[in-house]
């Protein structure tokens, strides 16, 4: 089956821009991920859906970061007003069931801030 | 924050030979995992250790999970040119939900 989908792949914007990112998670999965990462680092958490339930967004960095899930699948990850410092790859991620288990991503899209 | 830190950070090795890298927590955890990173896009999850196992293998891979000293280690036998990546150790810490990801050892694999 499909795995998870990420657009756009790269996005390039201007400082000050709203961008949206979208993640397909894999059908089925009910729980989805957001991660970043700067260039040669780990990944850090920014926020985490499960099911129906409120998400946990204790990784976003600023409120300059927000994310919805519609229907329980779809998700999209808004940055407004972006900053040089938000250039990074953004991963999704998504598992069958909240907890600790394997997580699978998708390709990630690669945001560049100029 | 980045709980878990990997070490080496970069490894060059020759075709054939084995790799090993390492990854140091500080939590409790579930259990940990080892991913795959190809040209700093989506991770390829490689295998998953419960905190109640010792040792895990998968084909030419090898984990090993230390509590006591909160640290793992990846083998990789016989190593190919296709294996060169980066590899990251990330925990399923206790009571949270999201993975905590090292930084990373970048590994290079010479035809």
């Known amino acids: 089956g499909a795995g998870v989908s990420q657009s756009p792949s790269n996005k390039v914007t201007e400082k000050g821009k709203d961008v949206e990112l979208r993640c397909d998670p894999i059908?089925?999965?009910?729980?989805l991920y957001w991660y970043r990462q700067s260039l040669g680092q780990g990944l850090e958490f920014l926020i985490y859906?499960?099911?129906?339930?409120?998400?946990?967004k204790s990784g976003l960095p600023s409120d300059r970061f927000s994310a919805e899930r519609t229907g329980g699948s779809v998700s999209t990850l808004t940055i407004q007003r972006t900053q040089q410092e938000d250039s990074a790859v953004y991963l999704c991620?998504?598992?069958?069931?909240?907890?600790?288990?394997?997580?699978?991503f998708g390709p990630g899209t690669r945001l560049l801030v100029l | 924050s980045q709980q878990g830190e990997e070490d080496p950070q970069a490894l060059s090795i020759q075709e054939g030979e084995n790799a090993t890298m390492n990854c140091s927590y500080k939590?409790?955890?579930?259990?940990l995992q080892w991913y795959r990173q190809n040209s700093g896009r989506g991770l390829v999850h490689l295998i998953l250790?419960?905190?109640?196992?010792r040792e895990k293998h998968s084909g030419r891979l090898r984990v090993t999970l230390d509590t006591s000293k909160k640290s793992s280690s990846l083998l990789i036998t016989a190593s190919r040119a296709a294996d060169t990546a980066s590899y990251f150790c990330?925990?399923?810490?206790?009571?949270?939900?999201?993975?905590?990801f090292g930084s990373g050892t970048r590994l290079q694999v010479q035809p």
């Open positions: 859906f499960q099911g129906n339930s409120a998400p946990d």
């Open positions: 059908s089925g999965h009910t729980a």
């Open positions: 990330a925990t399923a810490d206790t009571g949270r939900r999201a993975l905590t």
């Open positions: 250790i419960r905190s109640n196992e």
């Open positions: 991620a998504s598992s069958k069931a909240g907890g600790p288990e394997t997580q699978y």
């Open positions: 939590t409790s955890i579930n259990n």
